[in-house]
């Protein structure tokens, strides 16, 4: 077949005479004369109509959504991941708004109970609070203290208390592995359950993550710090003192890295990170 098609495309010039004979009938045989230039213009047009029809094939059938498909679906993938992002810049500019009307409306309703401290004092030791022969009330001489007083005093300067209680009641899920990059422990409880500062402190950092939700970062005196993370809501702002067992705030499934209710504590000191364990009870 192939000699047979280099025959014809040689005489491009001149006829070519193909006989057919039939082996059975010789008298049967039969011949027709053929042209380069009809078989080029032949194959022209058998290719035309191939790439017409295929063409038709793939624009009236399901075939070419399917190509369409598989083309648009990386272009797709990205715009869901910039929606994503878009909404989780969306909810930290609500939370963000939301913080900030708390924290107007505790400034423009809360009753100013300052009082100094020579003040206080002479309260306590008066009749009317403190009758004759009785016991002198247990009161946290720092409560009484303002947040310069606390620092200048040296209070940050002293060990913290520990080993300490839970910051939160609730229940053990995952415990501190460095190598895996979990600075932590993290303890599973219900939303909106309180926890509380580990030792006296005061607050370096609070606001929101996204994905961490609220996050609480206490400095504590000894060069260490512990952090709270996957709040829902926050009692204290950055630079308050809180004493240990004060309510820092509330946990909830708060960030792109929760994976349920749960509030994740870590120690560090002087920078290195501490397995929390060696500081609770």
Same mark, same amino acid.
């Given at each position: 077949?192939?000699?047979?098609?280099?025959? *014809?495309?040689?005489?491009? !010039?001149?006829?070519?005479?193909? =006989?057919? %004979?039939? +082996? @059975?009938?010789?008298?049967?045989?039969? $011949?027709?004369?053929?042209?380069?230039?009809?078989?080029?213009?032949? =194959?022209?047009?058998?290719?035309?109509?191939?790439?017409?029809?295929?063409?038709?094939?793939?624009?009236?059938?399901?075939?070419?959504? %399917?190509?369409?498909?598989?083309?648009? /679906?990386?272009?797709?993938?990205?715009?869901?991941?910039?929606? +994503?992002?878009?909404?989780?810049?969306?909810? $930290?500019?609500?939370?963000?708004?939301?913080?900030?009307?708390?924290?107007?409306?505790?400034?423009?309703?809360?009753?100013? &109970?300052?009082?100094?401290?020579?003040?206080?004092?002479?309260?306590?030791?008066?009749?009317? /609070?403190?009758?004759?022969?009785?016991?002198?009330?247990?009161?946290?001489? %720092?409560?009484?203290?303002?947040?310069?007083?606390?620092?200048?005093?040296?209070?940050?300067?002293?060990?913290?208390?520990?080993?300490?209680?839970?910051?939160?009641?609730?229940?053990?899920?995952?415990?501190?592995?460095?190598?895996?990059?979990?600075?932590?422990?993290? *303890?599973?409880?219900?939303? !909106? &359950?309180?926890? =509380?500062?580990?030792?006296?402190? &005061?607050?370096?950092?609070?606001?929101?993550?996204?994905? /961490?939700? /609220?996050?609480?970062?206490?400095?504590?005196?000894?060069?260490?710090?512990?952090?709270?993370?996957?709040?829902?809501?926050? &009692?204290?702002?950055?630079?308050?003192?809180?004493?240990?067992?004060?309510?820092?705030?509330?946990?909830?499934?708060?960030?792109?890295?929760?994976?349920?209710? @749960?509030?994740?504590?870590?120690?560090?000191?002087?920078? =290195?990170?501490?397995?929390?364990?060696?500081?609770?009870?």
């Amino acid at each position: 077949m192939w000699e047979f098609i280099k025959r *014809i495309f040689s005489e491009r !010039e001149g006829d070519v005479t193909v =006989v057919v %004979l039939d +082996e @059975h009938d010789p008298d049967g045989s039969s $011949s027709f004369k053929l042209r380069a230039r009809d078989i080029v213009k032949m =194959v022209v047009v058998v290719i035309l109509l191939s790439v017409l029809f295929t063409t038709i094939i793939f624009f009236a059938t399901p075939l070419g959504s %399917l190509y369409q498909y598989k083309e648009d /679906y990386a272009l797709r993938q990205n715009v869901i991941e910039i929606s +994503e992002r878009v909404m989780s810049l969306q909810d $930290s500019l609500v939370a963000r708004d939301t913080q900030l009307n708390d924290m107007k409306d505790v400034l423009r309703s809360a009753a100013d &109970t300052m009082l100094a401290v020579d003040q206080t004092a002479e309260v306590l030791m008066s009749e009317e /609070y403190f009758p004759a022969g009785g016991s002198v009330p247990n009161v946290r001489t %720092l409560e009484m203290l303002s947040q310069n007083e606390i620092i200048f005093s040296g209070s940050l300067n002293e060990t913290p208390d520990f080993p300490s209680d839970y910051p939160i009641e609730g229940r053990f899920t995952q415990g501190y592995n460095a190598e895996d990059g979990h600075f932590g422990i993290d *303890i599973a409880a219900r939303p !909106e &359950t309180d926890f =509380v500062a580990l030792a006296d402190g &005061t607050v370096m950092n609070a606001g929101w993550t996204i994905n /961490y939700g /609220y996050v609480v970062y206490l400095q504590h005196g000894n060069g260490v710090v512990s952090v709270y993370k996957h709040g829902s809501k926050l &009692t204290r702002a950055k630079g308050d003192f809180v004493l240990k067992g004060d309510i820092l705030g509330q946990i909830g499934d708060r960030g792109v890295l929760s994976t349920g209710s @749960h509030l994740h504590l870590e120690i560090w000191k002087n920078g =290195v990170p501490q397995d929390p364990l060696m500081y609770l009870n």
